[in-house]
């Protein structure tokens, strides 16, 4: 029998299966017509996503030793969150293409798309508290979690919009603003999993301080990307941190170690004085020689292994494995 | 004993202590100095409102004979709720002024007032949840509540936007986009008190349909006032909805009635083509002799005695008594 179950487990757990019952069930309660608002919901959830988020509230509560097979309507709802948020992004910054597809706002205008953004943030409540199975004070517990993690992420957003072209804020400001804005729904989806689990404290801190370093890492990786990958996997141009003058974490690491003649040549690079195409380059320049790229892919790598550490006592092996890979892949997006 | 608590009530009970309460607790919380996120929401939650949904839910909690005083976080979390929905209104109608201030988005710029939006409705979620003298289910009920009350105003708004000129919807269409976009909220603030101060079912449901006629009236006198008032009370410009081109109740309901060298004035005046002062004095003019007028001003008046009607068997009286105040005052602003 036990031999039974984890042989189930591990089917379930493998992260193809996981993805492709997840975005069943997104097709299953959405579709593209209809009224106009759910139409809208709908375009912006049923773009072919990682589902990287719900999978890793599901591995939480599983690697915990929860139950997993109730908490679907919460994986989701972590999704409907994450989606909201890139909604209203590309609305700030205008863009026309994500996940290869016309964004929300491309495709409805900008003021239906602000309120869909919305109504996908309320729906994360509303399809939250569907997990009517779980103990109410777990239930009201992930859902602080979870507007906890909301609220945090809109602080990122606001932090990082203020450090737009300014090379002199800290290594240790912009790892504040990353634990937020990308941090903060990693960790609600794992603590609010282990929570909706019924996971013991100790389990529920191991699942957080996992979330919390590869939040880190995920970010530092992501942040090395446009200057790493001669084609880049992230779906947005190599050059679009230059051009939106973003010091990133390499770029920040860089800046400070570098002298006084490469400082003038950092800040050149982050003027938008220059064709994006040539800023990028110089930074590229910048960033090997300063040793920063090297730097920066080392901590990156470091973050992925304190994550990994963070869960290597948990009971539920096959989720932990799951997790083990997610940590993985935030910093080796071509696996 | 029985007469010192419903003095005490009944003091509690009058709009302006009771405005007062909430506005001194809003102050508690959020100031105007801090994080620039922080700093927004105060900016935007400070500014002198008349706090109506909030005072519909604590009065909605003792009229059904429960007890309001833990339930102050629950009011001011439908206050966020509201405001973040003004915020976002009027980025997407780029109004310059709220309450007689610049509004968010002009003090703070598009991209982080969109975020305060985000953030406010985030901290509906939070800080309704900080009351946790409440028994969980009920919580758990009132949060349903909530998120689905907000999900309704985004249905509402959506379907507000697709009516914009379109003389042609019926008034059905429209008093459904109504109960949607402006009942909603007034409905999710007494359904959410009335569960959370544990009252009984059928006291839950006549605080709702008194916020359901209530809703509608409401909306159907602010529909009224640009065509009434001398010194319009909205604080909006009485050209506005002519200049939007929206087809208001009264329009419809004139439209609808007038025969057609008449409808050939309405399409006039709901064109565009005309200066908004002059489309408003046409507007004016065809809804006095259609007799619309009059009529929509019966309408809302019989919305009000309903609503005054569903509540009259509850046993709170005080707070009873300042519900119907609220209903009364629905139609009449100046008072």
């Known amino acids: 029998m036990a031999n039974a179950e ?200 191991a699942t957080t301080r996992y979330a919390e370093h590869l939040g880190v890492g995920f970010q530092m990786f992501d942040d090395l990307l446009p200057y790493l990958a001669v084609t880049p996997t992230t779906g947005k141009p190599a050059t679009s941190d230059v051009a939106n003058l973003r010091p990133t974490f390499p770029v920040l690491v860089g800046y400070q170690s570098a002298r006084d003649a490469d400082r003038h040549r950092f800040t050149e690079a982050l003027s938008g004085r220059m064709p994006a195409a040539d800023s990028h380059r110089l930074m590229r320049e910048l960033l090997i020689t300063t040793g920063a790229l090297e730097l920066s892919r080392t901590r990156a790598a470091e973050e992925i292994a304190k994550a990994r550490e963070s869960i290597s006592n948990l009971p539920g092996t096959a989720a932990v494995d799951l997790m083990l890979t997610i940590a993985d892949l935030a910093i080796d997006r071509n696996r």
């Open 6 to 205: 984890t042989c189930a487990t591990a089917a379930q757990f493998s992260s193809p299966e996981l993805a492709e019952l997840l975005n069943r069930e997104m097709r299953r309660r959405w579709s593209t017509v209809g009224e106009r608002t759910e139409q809208m919901a709908g375009y912006a959830l049923l773009a072919p996503g990682k589902m990287l988020r719900p999978m890793l509230l599901l591995a939480s509560a599983e690697a915990t030793g929860g139950d997993s097979s109730r908490l679907l309507p919460a994986a989701l709802a972590v999704e409907y969150l994450h989606v909201a948020t890139l909604v209203h992004d590309d609305i700030v910054d205008d863009d026309e293409l994500r996940r290869g597809r016309p964004t929300v706002h491309t495709h409805f205008g900008v003021p239906d798309a602000l309120v869909a953004g919305d109504f996908l943030i309320l729906n994360m409540v509303s399809t939250l508290l569907e997990c009517t199975a779980v103990r109410p004070a777990a239930l009201l517990e992930a859902a602080r979690v979870l507007a906890t993690a909301g609220s945090d992420v809109c602080r990122g957003q606001v932090r990082e919009a203020g450090m737009v072209g300014k090379l002199s804020c800290s290594v240790d400001d912009y790892q504040e603003m990353v634990a937020l804005k990308t941090g903060a729904l990693f960790r609600g989806a794992c603590r609010a999993g282990a929570i909706l689990g019924g996971a013991a404290t100790e389990h529920v801190e």
